[in-house]
């Protein structure tokens, strides 16, 4: 009688891990994540530590995607004065999923393709559902984001990543129907990482305060 193992047996794999540990103690998994295992202390840590534009900008401190949130809900401040504090919350959190994906340039993204847009989009929907917003935004709100997000890719561009304000228009668009001077904006100077993540916890929990949304 046979006794063991079957030679012709293969062993069981384990399938590969699709889970991140934060250092807040979460598991987050990456491809079905949920909105339990999201804190926002990991990702204010996070975002202050992903370099926008590769790294490739001035100053002594990484230009932190952190940073560029900030920017963008000031810009949308600038471009609708009015705006309800949750759509500004949508607007600081418009790149949170990059605290587990990273920030990829542009030109790599579209070489990536669809797969990292979706990802991307499942851990949006998942952020915002922990933050009480809708897992996908009203039209109005995303195209004002998106709006604001390429103006401040324009001033990042030009103020600290080396392009001329011709070729940041020809990528990003030359800001039109804004009356603020961008010189006023403290995000566009880089910070340590524990400053960035300082000024982004802040912006979120006076967004908090004012009562719309509530975690």
């Known amino acids: 009688m046979a006794t063991g193992r079957s030679k012709s047996a293969k062993p069981k794999k384990i399938p590969p891990r699709a889970w991140q540990r934060m250092l807040s103690g ?13 804190e926002i202390e990991d990702i204010a840590h996070g975002l202050a530590r992903i370099a926008r534009w590769n790294g490739q900008t001035l100053g002594a401190h990484t230009f932190s995607v952190a940073q560029h949130s900030l920017l963008v809900d000031d810009i949308c401040c600038a471009l609708t ?5 949750r759509w500004r ?5 418009h790149d949170s999923a990059e605290y587990v994906i990273g920030d990829l340039i542009s030109p790599f993204k579209a070489a990536i393709g669809l797969d990292y847009k979706e990802l991307e989009l499942r851990l949006l929907a998942a952020i915002h559902i922990r933050f009480s917003l809708t897992p996908s935004l009203p039209h109005k709100i995303s195209g004002l984001i998106k709006r604001a997000d390429r103006m401040a890719a324009y001033f990042e561009a030009t103020g600290l990543a080396g ?3 011709d070729e940041a228009a020809k990528y990003f668009s030359r800001p039109t129907g804004f009356k603020k001077d961008v010189s006023n904006f403290r995000q566009l100077e880089a910070v340590s990482t524990g400053q960035a993540k300082a000024d982004f916890l802040e912006r979120f929990q006076m967004l908090q305060d004012l009562g719309e949304p509530s975690s």
Do not use: H, M, Q, V
């Open 89 to 93: 919350l949508a607007g600081l959190l």
């Open 81 to 85: 004065p009015d705006l309800a504090p």
């Open 26 to 38: 979460r598991r987050l998994d990456l491809l079905d994540p949920s909105p339990l295992d999201i």
């Open 163 to 165: 392009f001329t304000e």
